[in-house]
Structures are given as C-alpha cells and as structure tokens.
C-alpha cells in the first residue's frame, strides 16, 4: 500500500469515527450499520429517539458534516483508484437491466401464446359441446320413436343408447376439460407478479446507475476513464432495438444472406 | 344494476387483463372493457356507462388508488362497485383501498372461486 493510499484509508477510518455518533444522535442505535465497528454507545445525546433532523444549528451542522463525509470518500475513492471498480459496476447495469427487460418480454409473449392456445382450445370445445348437445336431442327423438316399436332392430336400438350415452359423456368431458383450460388459463398470472418484481429491480437499477455516474464524474479524471471491451460472444440479444449492428428476426437473416448472394 | 352489467378491468399487463375478462365471462359477465392504467380507465368511465370497476393498484400514470379516489369523488361515478384485483399484500394497502371506499380486495395470485365469490357478494350489495 502507498503512502497515499495509508493516508486514504486513515482519512477514512477519522470520517467513520466522525459519523458514527452523529448517525446515533440521527438514527439512534446503529449497530447494524456497516460503517460502526463497535455497538453505539447507548449514552450518545437523543440515543434511540426518533429520526428527525435536530432542530436550529444541529441541521445546518447535519449537512456540513454530510458533506465533509462526501468529500471523504470521494477523495478517497480517487485516490486508492476505486473509480475503475466503479465505472465496472456501471457499465454492467444497463446490460443486467437489458436482460432482466428481455426475460420480462419472453415470458410475456410465453404468457399470451398460452392464452391465445387457451383460447382457441376453449373454441374448439364449445363448438364440440355444442353439436354433441344438438345430436343427443336428435337421438333421443329416434330413441323414443324406436321404443314405441316402431321399425326397430335390436342392434339399431342398442346403438342408439351407446350413442346417446356417448354423447353425454362428451358433454362432461367437455366441461372437464374447460376445466383444465381455465386453470393452465390463471396460470399466467406469473407473467403480471415476475413482471413486476422485474420492472422493481431494473428502476432500481437504474436510480443507482444514475448515482453511480454522478459519483464517475467526480471521482475519475477524464483521462483515465476506459472503454470496455465487449465480450464477443454476446449469447442473445435483449436490445436489439437500439442496436445497428444486430438482426431483428429471421427475416433479417435471410435479407442480409441475400444482400451477400447466398 | 343492469342485467347484463358492463365491467372495465384495470391493469397494466395484459395477460392479468385477459385472465380476469375471461374468468368473467366464466362466472356469467361477459360485457367487459379494459383499460392499462387509471388515466385510462378514468377516460372510458367518463365516456361510458360502467357497473362494476376491477383494478389493479401498482400501475403506471395513474395507479389503482388514484383512480379510486377519482372515482369517488365523481359525482357520477361514485356509485360504481370497485374491486381491487393487486400483488400489493401489506395491510396497509388494504386498509387504504377500504377506507377510500374499495368495495372488495384480491391478492394475486387468485382463483377463479375467489373472484366469482367476490363479484357475487359486492353485486348483491349493490343490487
């Protein structure tokens, strides 16, 4: 470690030990924060009391020393060169927040061709039902001008029985199976609770991206920012919208194999 | 209410929306429109005459419980049994959509015996 870097760290260790009374007079017990080494004193001024910023200079005081903190870490963040770890952590969040939109997406359309299959699956049935309902009326006709003795066979007469048997079945089988499409139907829902949970994630995401920047550009000179390599290999593509040097779709494919005569 | 009364489901995802338009028309109530988000729905309510409101909470532009403020304090909507159909499951939540007048509360996932047992109970209490 430089001597620089010594000298960081030591400026650190001094603003720590600057905070951890004034978050006590803020917070009240801080031991579960991750910048106190040793529990609060349960003796600090207004310990345990409510979180409200102390009235007349005790504010303005507030501030200062928040910024006097700020400066801290930043200078000190510059100077053991933490601004590359940093600008890392920025630079993968968009691409984590691209792929979490991405699976957010997929599974949506999952979700709706499931609902579209439902659906037409659901059509089928009620056209089914329906003729099978019509056709045991028909039969049941046939059935009661048979049973009167009237130009019957008693093969005729069993397969009109089998057949109106049948066709009840068919109803209930029917409803059955409308059954099983209302429940593959609510299914689904775990497209609206995961899409929410991911929409959470990337806002949150984004806010600290935002931070992240802010704290780039005041941290690392201009000079020494670096461009990240992009892995070759990219696996798909989840923002292929923003992109030129990507295809859509398979269209895309075949319009460009086209292009170069194949 | 009307015999065959006109229900506007209220959610940000379509696929919930298609899940509760169908299972209403399960229960017997096929006379449904939809809307994505409370500007929405406000729009269609406005424009249209409604029955019965289903809505999600956590929506974009306006979320479920403006709405439902929104449609308590129109002279002419206010009348309108609104369900909360939400993911949000803090109590909090629910004692908030009470008492800002929400005539029913489901938390995601459901089921189809639910919804039918909600929309029953607040029909007959407004019928």
């Known amino acids: 470690m430089g001597h620089s870097d010594a000298n960081s760290l030591r400026e650190l260790d001094r603003a720590n030990e600057s905070l951890e009374p004034l978050a006590v007079h803020v917070w009240g017990d801080t031991s579960h924060f991750a910048f106190c080494e040793t529990p609060a004193d349960a003796s600090a001024p207004n310990a345990g009391s409510a979180n409200a910023v102390p009235e007349g200079h005790g504010g303005a005081e507030l501030y200062q020393r928040i910024g006097h903190l700020t400066r801290t870490l930043h200078n000190a963040l510059h100077e053991l060169g933490y601004h590359d770890s940093l600008a890392d952590a920025r630079d993968h969040l968009p691409d984590a927040r691209d792929r979490l939109a991405y699976i957010a997406r997929l599974t949506g359309d999952a979700a709706e061709k499931v609902l579209n299959s439902v659906d037409r699956a659901r059509s089928v049935q009620d056209a089914t039902s329906a003729r099978a309902k019509e056709l045991r009326a028909r039969w049941a006709a046939v059935a009661a001008y048979t049973a009167a003795g009237q130009r019957t066979t008693p093969a005729g007469q069993a397969l009109v029985e089998e057949t109106c048997a049948f066709l009840v079945t068919l109803g209930d089988q029917a409803a059955q199976t409308n059954a099983i499409l209302t429940e593959i139907m609510m299914a689904q829902d775990f497209h609206d609770l995961t899409g929410q949970v991911i929409r959470k994630v990337v806002s949150l995401s984004q806010e600290l991206e935002e931070q992240l920047v802010k704290l780039l550009i005041e941290a690392t000179p201009a000079e020494q920012r670096k461009k990240i390599e992009v892995g070759r290999l990219e696996g798909p593509v989840v923002n292929a919208e923003n992109r030129t040097d990507v295809v859509t779709d398979q269209a895309g494919v075949d319009d460009l194999l086209a292009s170069l005569g194949f | ?127």
């Open chain 2, 1 to 127: 209410m009307s015999a065959d009364p006109r229900f506007l489901i209220v959610d940000d995802f379509s696929t919930m929306r298609r899940i509760v338009r169908n299972l209403l028309k399960e229960i017997g109530f096929g006379n449904a429109e939809e809307a994505e988000d409370g500007v929405a729905a406000l729009n269609l309510l406005r424009n249209g005459k409604f029955d019965f409101i289903v809505s999600d909470i956590n929506m974009p532009n306006m979320d479920g419980f403006a709405l439902l403020k929104n449609v308590r304090a129109d002279e002419n909507l206010k009348g309108i049994p609104f369900l909360m159909v939400t993911a949000e499951a803090k109590k909090e939540d629910i004692v908030n959509a009470a008492q800002n007048g929400a005539n029913g509360y489901i938390v995601k996932p459901f089921t189809k015996a639910t919804l039918e047992e909600k929309v029953q109970k607040i029909m007959k209490t407004h019928a």
